[in-house]
Protein backbone atom coordinates (compact mmCIF):
# COMPACT_ATOMS: atom_id res chain seq x y z
CA UNK A 1 0.00 0.00 0.00
CA UNK A 2 1.58 3.58 -0.89
CA UNK A 3 2.35 6.06 1.93
CA UNK A 4 2.93 9.57 1.11
CA UNK A 5 4.22 12.24 3.49
CA UNK A 6 4.62 15.75 3.93
CA UNK A 7 6.05 18.40 6.38
CA UNK A 8 6.17 22.49 6.55
CA UNK A 9 7.31 24.42 8.99
CA UNK A 10 6.39 28.45 9.07
CA UNK A 11 7.77 30.94 11.78
CA UNK A 12 5.90 31.88 15.25
CA UNK A 13 8.03 35.09 16.48
CA UNK A 14 5.76 37.28 18.07
CA UNK A 15 4.82 40.95 17.62
CA UNK A 16 6.89 43.93 19.57
CA UNK A 17 5.42 44.49 22.68
CA UNK A 18 3.66 40.41 23.61
CA UNK A 19 4.51 39.33 26.59
CA UNK A 20 6.29 36.03 27.62
CA UNK A 21 5.13 33.80 29.79
CA UNK A 22 5.49 31.17 32.29
CA UNK A 23 7.71 32.80 34.66
CA UNK A 24 6.28 34.29 37.35
CA UNK A 25 3.41 36.66 38.65
CA UNK A 26 3.03 40.15 37.00
CA UNK A 27 6.86 40.57 35.43
CA UNK A 28 5.36 42.17 32.42
CA UNK A 29 7.95 39.92 30.74
CA UNK A 30 8.18 41.42 26.86
CA UNK A 31 10.94 40.27 24.76
CA UNK A 32 13.89 42.00 23.98
CA UNK A 33 15.05 40.12 21.34
CA UNK A 34 14.92 36.95 18.96
CA UNK A 35 17.85 33.71 20.11
CA UNK A 36 16.10 31.94 17.75
CA UNK A 37 12.89 31.06 16.04
CA UNK A 38 9.80 29.90 17.29
CA UNK A 39 8.15 27.52 14.69
CA UNK A 40 5.11 25.54 13.46
CA UNK A 41 6.21 22.10 12.33
CA UNK A 42 3.68 19.46 10.91
CA UNK A 43 4.31 16.20 9.28
CA UNK A 44 1.12 14.69 7.23
CA UNK A 45 1.19 10.86 6.56
CA UNK A 46 -1.05 9.29 4.53
CA UNK A 47 -1.85 5.80 3.10
CA UNK A 48 -5.00 5.03 1.01
CA UNK A 49 -7.41 4.70 3.84
CA UNK A 50 -6.46 7.10 6.45
CA UNK A 51 -4.42 10.35 7.04
CA UNK A 52 -2.85 12.00 9.69
CA UNK A 53 -1.32 14.98 10.62
CA UNK A 54 1.16 16.21 13.61
CA UNK A 55 1.06 19.90 14.50
CA UNK A 56 3.89 20.81 17.12
CA UNK A 57 4.43 24.65 18.13
CA UNK A 58 6.76 26.47 20.31
CA UNK A 59 4.24 27.77 22.48
CA UNK A 60 3.94 26.96 26.09
CA UNK A 61 0.56 26.18 26.35
CA UNK A 62 -2.52 26.41 23.84
CA UNK A 63 -6.18 26.19 24.42
CA UNK A 64 -8.65 23.61 23.38
CA UNK A 65 -10.22 27.12 21.20
CA UNK A 66 -6.68 27.78 19.68
CA UNK A 67 -6.68 23.81 18.63
CA UNK A 68 -10.16 24.28 17.26
CA UNK A 69 -9.49 26.68 14.69
CA UNK A 70 -6.09 24.99 13.82
CA UNK A 71 -7.92 21.51 13.32
CA UNK A 72 -10.82 23.61 11.31
CA UNK A 73 -8.54 25.35 8.66
CA UNK A 74 -6.67 22.49 8.17
CA UNK A 75 -9.88 20.10 7.75
CA UNK A 76 -11.50 22.63 5.45
CA UNK A 77 -8.07 22.90 3.04
CA UNK A 78 -6.86 19.05 3.04
CA UNK A 79 -10.02 17.15 4.06
CA UNK A 80 -7.62 15.36 7.18
CA UNK A 81 -10.44 14.19 9.53
CA UNK A 82 -10.25 16.86 13.07
CA UNK A 83 -9.96 13.51 15.18
CA UNK A 84 -6.62 12.98 12.99
CA UNK A 85 -5.00 15.95 13.62
CA UNK A 86 -2.99 16.38 16.59
CA UNK A 87 -1.75 20.02 17.75
CA UNK A 88 1.22 19.94 20.21
CA UNK A 89 3.35 22.30 22.38
CA UNK A 90 7.10 21.83 23.42
CA UNK A 91 6.23 24.01 26.37
CA UNK A 92 9.44 26.52 25.77
CA UNK A 93 8.84 28.75 28.08
CA UNK A 94 10.56 31.94 26.16
CA UNK A 95 7.38 31.87 23.65
CA UNK A 96 4.42 33.87 24.24
CA UNK A 97 1.51 32.99 25.96
CA UNK A 98 -1.59 31.29 23.55
CA UNK A 99 -3.93 30.70 27.01
CA UNK A 100 -5.10 32.74 29.25
CA UNK A 101 -2.95 31.45 32.46
CA UNK A 102 -3.86 34.15 35.46
CA UNK A 103 -0.60 36.61 36.58
CA UNK A 104 1.55 34.47 34.52
CA UNK A 105 1.77 36.87 30.73
CA UNK A 106 -0.98 38.21 29.41
CA UNK A 107 -2.43 36.65 26.12
CA UNK A 108 -1.85 38.93 23.14
CA UNK A 109 -5.70 38.16 20.92
CA UNK A 110 -3.63 39.12 17.67
CA UNK A 111 -1.25 36.93 18.23
CA UNK A 112 -3.05 34.27 19.13
CA UNK A 113 -5.03 34.33 16.27
CA UNK A 114 -1.92 34.78 14.20
CA UNK A 115 -0.39 31.35 15.48
CA UNK A 116 -3.39 29.61 14.88
CA UNK A 117 -3.29 30.79 11.42
CA UNK A 118 0.33 29.95 11.00
CA UNK A 119 0.32 26.53 12.42
CA UNK A 120 -2.43 25.61 9.93
CA UNK A 121 -0.93 27.01 7.36
CA UNK A 122 2.41 24.57 7.96
CA UNK A 123 0.41 21.98 8.06
CA UNK A 124 -1.60 23.07 4.93
CA UNK A 125 1.98 23.26 3.33
CA UNK A 126 3.19 20.01 4.21
CA UNK A 127 -0.16 18.21 2.68
CA UNK A 128 0.68 20.05 -0.92
CA UNK A 129 4.45 18.79 -0.81
CA UNK A 130 3.15 14.72 -0.57
CA UNK A 131 5.44 12.21 -1.69
CA UNK A 132 6.28 8.44 -1.70
CA UNK A 133 8.21 7.72 1.87
CA UNK A 134 8.91 4.49 3.57
CA UNK A 135 8.40 5.04 7.52
CA UNK A 136 10.55 3.63 10.45
CA UNK A 137 10.59 3.85 14.56
CA UNK A 138 13.11 3.90 17.15
CA UNK A 139 13.45 3.77 21.57
CA UNK A 140 16.18 4.35 23.55
CA UNK A 141 16.79 5.68 27.05
CA UNK A 142 18.99 8.82 27.80
CA UNK A 143 19.77 8.32 31.43
CA UNK A 144 21.63 11.39 33.57
CA UNK A 145 20.34 14.81 31.97
CA UNK A 146 17.13 15.30 33.86
CA UNK A 147 16.09 14.88 37.35
CA UNK A 148 12.55 14.87 39.29
CA UNK A 149 12.10 18.42 40.83
CA UNK A 150 9.13 17.37 43.11
CA UNK A 151 10.98 14.40 45.54
CA UNK A 152 14.66 13.67 45.85
CA UNK A 153 15.89 10.69 43.79
CA UNK A 154 11.85 10.60 42.59
CA UNK A 155 11.29 8.98 39.01
CA UNK A 156 12.01 10.21 35.68
CA UNK A 157 10.76 8.64 32.10
CA UNK A 158 14.15 8.82 30.71
CA UNK A 159 12.69 7.16 27.48
CA UNK A 160 13.23 9.17 23.96
CA UNK A 161 10.72 7.69 20.99
CA UNK A 162 11.77 8.77 17.31
CA UNK A 163 9.64 8.37 13.96
CA UNK A 164 11.94 8.24 10.94
CA UNK A 165 9.93 8.94 7.41
CA UNK A 166 12.37 8.38 4.22
CA UNK A 167 12.00 9.64 0.81
CA UNK A 168 12.07 6.54 -1.83
CA UNK A 169 15.95 7.43 -2.57
CA UNK A 170 16.27 6.75 1.63
CA UNK A 171 17.18 10.14 2.46
CA UNK A 172 15.22 11.20 5.61
CA UNK A 173 12.46 13.42 5.05
CA UNK A 174 11.37 13.86 8.91
CA UNK A 175 12.25 12.98 12.46
CA UNK A 176 9.95 13.28 15.41
CA UNK A 177 11.13 12.92 18.39
CA UNK A 178 9.41 12.66 21.81
CA UNK A 179 10.82 12.81 25.43
CA UNK A 180 10.53 14.82 28.41
CA UNK A 181 11.89 17.54 30.56
CA UNK A 182 11.27 20.76 31.35
CA UNK A 183 12.40 23.37 28.90
CA UNK A 184 13.51 26.24 31.19
CA UNK A 185 17.15 26.57 30.62
CA UNK A 186 17.13 29.69 28.19
CA UNK A 187 14.70 31.25 30.60
CA UNK A 188 17.21 31.21 33.31
CA UNK A 189 20.37 32.25 30.88
CA UNK A 190 17.77 34.80 28.65
CA UNK A 191 14.75 35.33 30.66
CA UNK A 192 13.71 38.04 28.24
CA UNK A 193 14.88 36.39 24.64
CA UNK A 194 12.80 34.54 22.23
CA UNK A 195 13.55 31.09 21.93
CA UNK A 196 12.41 27.30 21.56
CA UNK A 197 15.03 26.25 24.03
CA UNK A 198 16.41 22.87 24.26
CA UNK A 199 13.45 21.45 21.84
CA UNK A 200 15.18 23.82 19.41
CA UNK A 201 18.50 22.24 19.82
CA UNK A 202 17.48 18.99 19.63
CA UNK A 203 15.98 19.48 16.12
CA UNK A 204 18.54 21.79 14.74
CA UNK A 205 21.25 19.31 15.91
CA UNK A 206 19.35 16.34 14.21
CA UNK A 207 18.40 18.83 11.18
CA UNK A 208 22.47 19.34 10.75
CA UNK A 209 23.26 16.12 10.97
CA UNK A 210 20.46 14.95 8.38
CA UNK A 211 20.80 17.41 5.80
CA UNK A 212 17.16 17.65 4.07
CA UNK A 213 15.25 16.64 7.28
CA UNK A 214 13.25 18.39 9.24
CA UNK A 215 12.77 17.48 12.79
CA UNK A 216 9.83 17.71 14.75
CA UNK A 217 9.71 17.98 18.59
CA UNK A 218 6.65 16.24 20.88
CA UNK A 219 7.03 17.12 24.94
CA UNK A 220 6.19 14.25 26.89
CA UNK A 221 5.68 14.34 30.75
CA UNK A 222 7.69 16.65 32.22
CA UNK A 223 5.24 18.11 35.32
CA UNK A 224 7.60 16.98 37.96
CA UNK A 225 10.98 16.84 35.33
CA UNK A 226 13.29 19.37 34.50
CA UNK A 227 17.15 19.27 32.94
CA UNK A 228 19.63 18.98 35.68
CA UNK A 229 19.98 22.81 36.85
CA UNK A 230 23.73 22.98 36.11
CA UNK A 231 23.15 22.92 31.85
CA UNK A 232 21.92 26.50 33.12
CA UNK A 233 24.95 28.26 32.51
CA UNK A 234 26.84 30.26 28.80
CA UNK A 235 28.96 27.29 28.37
CA UNK A 236 26.94 23.91 29.01
CA UNK A 237 23.21 25.14 27.91
CA UNK A 238 23.47 23.18 24.83
CA UNK A 239 24.75 19.61 26.49
CA UNK A 240 21.04 17.90 27.15
CA UNK A 241 19.50 19.44 23.78
CA UNK A 242 23.07 17.61 22.35
CA UNK A 243 22.52 14.43 24.10
CA UNK A 244 19.02 13.58 23.18
CA UNK A 245 19.77 14.45 19.47
CA UNK A 246 22.91 12.18 19.77
CA UNK A 247 20.75 9.79 21.41
CA UNK A 248 18.08 9.67 19.05
CA UNK A 249 20.37 9.71 15.75
CA UNK A 250 22.56 6.66 16.87
CA UNK A 251 19.20 4.68 17.36
CA UNK A 252 17.49 5.39 13.87
CA UNK A 253 20.53 4.02 12.18
CA UNK A 254 19.16 0.83 13.36
CA UNK A 255 15.19 1.62 13.20
CA UNK A 256 12.61 -0.48 12.85
CA UNK A 257 10.26 -0.53 9.67
CA UNK A 258 6.57 0.13 10.49
CA UNK A 259 3.89 -1.21 8.52
CA UNK A 260 2.41 1.89 6.93
CA UNK A 261 -0.87 0.01 5.82
CA UNK A 262 -1.86 0.48 9.41
CA UNK A 263 -2.37 4.46 10.00
CA UNK A 264 -5.43 5.19 12.74
CA UNK A 265 -6.96 7.86 14.73
CA UNK A 266 -9.27 8.09 17.48
CA UNK A 267 -10.23 10.56 20.43
CA UNK A 268 -11.72 10.32 23.62
CA UNK A 269 -12.78 12.32 26.46
CA UNK A 270 -11.51 12.17 29.58
CA UNK A 271 -13.79 12.85 32.87
CA UNK A 272 -11.68 14.15 35.67
CA UNK A 273 -12.23 14.57 39.19
CA UNK A 274 -11.69 17.86 40.95
CA UNK A 275 -12.77 18.76 44.31
CA UNK A 276 -14.31 22.35 45.15
CA UNK A 277 -12.02 24.74 47.35
CA UNK A 278 -12.90 24.65 51.03
CA UNK A 279 -14.17 28.50 52.41
CA UNK A 280 -11.23 28.17 54.40
CA UNK A 281 -8.96 27.88 51.65
CA UNK A 282 -10.17 30.82 50.24
CA UNK A 283 -10.54 32.71 53.02
CA UNK A 284 -6.86 32.22 53.87
CA UNK A 285 -5.32 33.04 51.06
CA UNK A 286 -7.19 36.00 50.53
CA UNK A 287 -6.93 37.28 54.36
CA UNK A 288 -3.23 36.59 54.33
CA UNK A 289 -3.13 38.25 50.55
CA UNK A 290 -4.87 41.69 51.83
CA UNK A 291 -3.23 41.86 55.28
CA UNK A 292 0.27 41.85 53.78
CA UNK A 293 -0.71 44.40 50.60
CA UNK A 294 -1.99 46.67 53.81
CA UNK A 295 0.69 46.76 56.33
CA UNK A 296 3.70 46.07 53.49
CA UNK A 297 4.20 42.57 55.24
CA UNK A 298 7.19 40.19 53.98
CA UNK A 299 7.65 38.55 57.24
CA UNK A 300 7.80 34.67 56.71
CA UNK A 301 6.08 34.96 53.71
CA UNK A 302 8.20 32.05 52.19
CA UNK A 303 6.79 29.42 54.18
CA UNK A 304 3.43 30.67 53.58
CA UNK A 305 2.38 32.24 50.09
CA UNK A 306 6.05 31.36 48.70
CA UNK A 307 6.16 27.85 49.72
CA UNK A 308 2.77 27.61 47.91
CA UNK A 309 3.07 29.73 44.97
CA UNK A 310 6.51 28.98 43.61
CA UNK A 311 9.08 25.60 43.68
CA UNK A 312 11.55 28.18 44.82
CA UNK A 313 10.41 31.70 46.70
CA UNK A 314 13.95 32.97 46.01
CA UNK A 315 13.83 32.58 42.45
CA UNK A 316 10.60 34.57 42.53
CA UNK A 317 12.65 37.27 44.31
CA UNK A 318 15.17 37.26 41.39
CA UNK A 319 13.15 37.27 38.81
CA UNK A 320 11.46 40.85 40.21
CA UNK A 321 14.90 42.42 40.07
CA UNK A 322 15.41 41.55 43.66
CA UNK A 323 12.91 43.20 45.19
CA UNK A 324 11.20 41.36 47.72
CA UNK A 325 8.41 43.42 48.52
CA UNK A 326 7.50 43.48 44.56
CA UNK A 327 7.54 39.74 44.58
CA UNK A 328 5.40 39.30 47.26
CA UNK A 329 2.73 42.30 46.46
CA UNK A 330 2.61 40.10 43.15
CA UNK A 331 2.14 36.95 44.94
CA UNK A 332 -0.59 39.00 47.14
CA UNK A 333 -2.47 40.27 44.09
CA UNK A 334 -2.77 37.36 42.40
CA UNK A 335 -4.49 35.27 45.60
CA UNK A 336 -6.46 38.66 45.98
CA UNK A 337 -7.72 38.31 42.29
CA UNK A 338 -8.12 34.80 41.99
CA UNK A 339 -10.27 34.34 45.34
CA UNK A 340 -12.37 36.85 44.13
CA UNK A 341 -13.22 35.19 40.88
CA UNK A 342 -14.02 32.04 43.03
CA UNK A 343 -16.50 33.49 45.11
CA UNK A 344 -18.12 34.57 42.49
CA UNK A 345 -19.39 31.14 41.09
CA UNK A 346 -17.55 28.83 42.57
CA UNK A 347 -20.40 26.70 44.20
CA UNK A 348 -22.14 26.12 40.57
CA UNK A 349 -19.04 24.79 38.88
CA UNK A 350 -19.10 21.09 38.19
CA UNK A 351 -16.66 18.82 40.46
CA UNK A 352 -15.55 17.37 37.24
CA UNK A 353 -13.52 18.33 34.18
CA UNK A 354 -13.74 16.76 30.57
CA UNK A 355 -10.42 16.93 28.55
CA UNK A 356 -9.53 15.43 25.20
CA UNK A 357 -7.36 12.61 24.60
CA UNK A 358 -6.13 11.05 21.25
CA UNK A 359 -3.99 8.57 19.87
CA UNK A 360 -2.12 7.96 16.67
CA UNK A 361 -1.19 4.81 15.26
CA UNK A 362 1.18 3.60 12.82
CA UNK A 363 2.22 0.02 12.43
CA UNK A 364 3.65 -0.52 15.80
CA UNK A 365 4.18 3.38 16.75
CA UNK A 366 2.08 5.18 18.35
CA UNK A 367 1.11 9.01 20.13
CA UNK A 368 -0.92 9.00 23.16
CA UNK A 369 -1.90 12.80 23.65
CA UNK A 370 -3.24 14.96 27.01
CA UNK A 371 -3.65 18.40 27.41
CA UNK A 372 -1.53 18.29 30.63
CA UNK A 373 1.79 18.80 32.59
CA UNK A 374 1.30 14.97 33.09
CA UNK A 375 3.40 13.39 36.20
CA UNK A 376 6.60 10.94 35.67
CA UNK A 377 4.72 7.89 37.65
CA UNK A 378 1.40 8.61 35.61
CA UNK A 379 3.45 8.27 32.23
CA UNK A 380 5.38 5.22 33.30
CA UNK A 381 2.00 3.50 33.89
CA UNK A 382 0.96 4.43 30.38
CA UNK A 383 4.26 2.91 28.94
CA UNK A 384 3.76 -0.03 30.85
CA UNK A 385 0.46 -0.29 29.68
CA UNK A 386 0.83 0.60 26.39
CA UNK A 387 -0.26 -2.15 23.45
CA UNK A 388 2.27 -0.82 21.29
CA UNK A 389 6.33 -1.04 21.61
CA UNK A 390 7.26 2.60 20.12
CA UNK A 391 4.85 5.43 21.79
CA UNK A 392 5.52 8.93 22.35
CA UNK A 393 3.48 10.61 25.05
CA UNK A 394 2.56 14.14 23.81
CA UNK A 395 1.28 16.29 26.58
CA UNK A 396 0.61 20.06 26.23
CA UNK A 397 -1.47 18.88 23.45
CA UNK A 398 -5.13 19.90 21.89
CA UNK A 399 -6.00 22.29 25.00
CA UNK A 400 -4.34 23.27 28.56
CA UNK A 401 -5.54 21.91 32.00
CA UNK A 402 -2.72 22.59 33.82
CA UNK A 403 -0.40 20.49 35.82
CA UNK A 404 -1.55 16.02 36.42
CA UNK A 405 0.01 15.45 40.25
CA UNK A 406 -0.08 11.66 41.09
CA UNK A 407 -1.55 10.98 44.50
CA UNK A 408 2.14 11.92 46.36
CA UNK A 409 1.91 15.74 45.35
CA UNK A 410 -1.67 16.02 46.11
CA UNK A 411 -1.36 14.56 49.31
CA UNK A 412 1.01 17.51 50.09
CA UNK A 413 -0.44 20.14 48.48
CA UNK A 414 2.34 21.13 46.38
CA UNK A 415 3.06 23.76 43.74
CA UNK A 416 1.57 21.48 40.75
CA UNK A 417 -1.53 19.90 43.17
CA UNK A 418 -2.39 23.71 44.67
CA UNK A 419 -1.18 26.59 42.96
CA UNK A 420 -1.37 25.57 39.20
CA UNK A 421 -5.58 24.83 39.76
CA UNK A 422 -5.44 28.46 40.79
CA UNK A 423 -3.67 30.52 37.75
CA UNK A 424 -5.74 27.67 35.62
CA UNK A 425 -9.48 29.18 37.10
CA UNK A 426 -10.27 25.32 37.46
CA UNK A 427 -10.65 23.06 40.58
CA UNK A 428 -7.78 21.35 42.50
CA UNK A 429 -7.44 17.51 41.23
CA UNK A 430 -7.74 14.57 43.42
CA UNK A 431 -6.07 11.14 44.04
CA UNK A 432 -8.09 9.97 41.79
CA UNK A 433 -7.79 12.29 38.73
CA UNK A 434 -4.77 10.90 37.62
CA UNK A 435 -5.65 7.79 37.25
CA UNK A 436 -8.56 8.63 35.07
CA UNK A 437 -6.55 10.27 32.76
CA UNK A 438 -4.17 6.98 32.26
CA UNK A 439 -7.25 5.03 31.94
CA UNK A 440 -8.76 6.97 29.25
CA UNK A 441 -5.35 7.35 27.33
CA UNK A 442 -4.64 3.25 27.51
CA UNK A 443 -8.65 3.53 26.22
CA UNK A 444 -7.96 5.22 23.49
CA UNK A 445 -4.48 3.18 22.37
CA UNK A 446 -6.33 0.18 22.00
CA UNK A 447 -9.08 2.17 19.60
CA UNK A 448 -6.49 2.80 18.08
CA UNK A 449 -5.16 -0.99 18.11
CA UNK A 450 -8.50 -2.37 16.76
Given amino acids: MATNAGIARRNLNPFWGVELTGWGYYLNRTWLDVHDDLNATSLVIENENQRIAIVSVDLMVISAEFTRIVRQQIQEATGIPSQSILVSCTHTHNAPASEGLRGVGEVDPLYEAWA ?33 RTRNNGPVDETATGLRVDRMDQSPLAVVVGFQAHPTIATVLRPRSVSRDAPGQICDVIERELPGCTAIYLQGACG ?17 GNAVADAVLKSLENAESLDTSIINACVGTATIPTRRWTPEEIAGDQEEARRRLEHKDVSAWRESIGR ?7 DMVARHGGDEWKAVS ?10 ELMQ ?26 NSSEFFTTLAIEVRSRSPLPYLILSCYSNGRIGYMPDAYDV ?13 CNQFPFTSESGPALVDEMIKQLHHACD
Fill in 116 to 148: ARQAATSAILAWQHREAVTVSAVATRIPGISFN
Fill in 411 to 423: ERKTYAAYQSPKY
Fill in 308 to 314: AMTNRPD
Fill in 224 to 240: DVNFLREYATPERHEEP
Fill in 344 to 369: RDMDHRPTTLSTEVQALRIGDFGIVT
Fill in 330 to 339: AMCRFNVEWT
